[in-house]
């Protein structure tokens, strides 16, 4: 080869390496909207969102890097849900995420085209966001809570551990998939010699009066639904049933933590992980119509033993045995 054949090749080479090198430099920074059903402060939703950051980074994404993630806590307050969905759609996101039931109905009327993941949502198909479970066909998919059948399993769970209980309330926000688990509680409610009270809430003020209400009577329980009242103002209400009383079982372990006498869920941070896979999937390429809606797999049951002594109930050995988690 001559000596300025050669010259021109290496030049070449030498030219080539910094264009590749400033193209990965240049990789196009993405962008997730979250938006939760929680308030800034409140730790649960906190953690769930530490749960997505930190699979995000596992599957590759690094904030500052290559990914921004803005994420906006809106409690339960529609007009503010609204508002910081819009926020965050205008900033032209990637993928948008949701959590509970009113969050995700409100963004699905804002994102339009834009992939949105929901989780911790009830009845996905009944709630008419997408139009199967294996097959979502839009631009939303994601991951569910909880079957109608819960409904019953709760207050079956509940009746274990309070077994005098005569009379309980279910609360839940009014919307279609909260109706599914009141049927189903309706259902087995006779077989267990109990009187299964509605109690619908909208926000904090009612969770207050209703509860107030309800506590009159001796050998009253309580069945909190998974929904966004619920969410928002989980503290409240495990406050209230300790005022009042009463025996309460939730849909996660975050209630028997802060003080609930029994949970019986799963672990929404697992669910939040698997939320960004799903992000991972469609950021790199993948369609939310691809991705089948999956609900959880694995419950567990987490019972709160100094509650229960506060209650006055004794929780039998074979139910401790049982539990994933027993709080002493």
């Known amino acids: 080869m001559r000596r300025r054949e050669f010259i021109e090749i290496l030049g070449g080479v030498a030219i080539a390496w910094p264009l590749d090198a400033s193209a990965q430099t240049r990789e196009r920074m993405r962008r997730i909207g979250v938006v939760m059903a929680y308030a800034e402060n409140d730790p649960n939703g906190q953690t769930q969102v530490a749960a997505l950051r930190e699979q995000l980074q596992t599957l590759g994404w690094a904030e500052g890097t290559n990914i921004q993630i803005d994420v906006r806590y809106a409690k339960d307050n529609p007009g503010s849900i609204q508002e910081l969905a819009r926020e965050l759609?205008?900033?032209?996101?990637?993928?948008?995420?949701?959590?509970?039931?009113?969050?995700t109905k409100i963004l699905q009327a804002e994102v339009h085209e834009l992939p949105l993941v929901f989780i911790s949502v009830s009845d996905p198909v009944g709630s008419g966001f997408i139009k199967e479970l294996a097959h979502p066909s839009g631009n939303i998919t994601g991951f569910a809570n909880f079957q109608p059948s819960m409904g019953s399993k709760w207050l079956e769970k509940l009746r274990e551990v309070a077994p005098q209980l005569g009379r309980v309330g279910l609360m839940f926000h009014p919307e279609p998939p909260n109706f599914g688990y009141l049927r189903s509680a309706q259902a087995v409610a006779p077989a267990l010699n109990i009187d299964l009270i509605e109690l619908s809430v909208h926000d904090r003020l009612e969770i207050e009066r209703v509860l107030a209400t309800f506590a009159g009577e001796a050998h009253s329980g309580l069945v909190v639904a998974p929904n966004v009242v619920a969410f928002a103002n989980s503290a409240l209400i495990v406050a209230l049933a300790a005022q009042y009383k009463l025996p309460a079982i939730y849909p996660f372990a975050y209630f028997a933590?802060?003080?609930g006498l029994i949970s019986y869920g799963f672990d929404e941070r697992d669910q939040f992980r698997q939320g960004a896979v799903y992000i991972d999937k469609i950021l790199r390429g993948a369609k939310p119509a691809e991705l089948p809606v999956q609900y959880p797999t694995k419950f567990e049951i987490v019972i709160n033993l100094k509650t229960a002594k506060a209650l006055g109930l004794d929780v039998p050995l074979q139910i401790q045995q049982l539990a994933d988690v027993v709080i002493e």
Do not use: H, I, R, W
């Not at 900033?91 to 959590?99: A, E, F, G, I, Y």
């Open 89 to 103: 759609v205008a900033q032209k996101p990637d993928v948008m995420v949701s959590n509970s039931n009113l969050v």
């Open 257 to 259: 933590k802060e003080g």
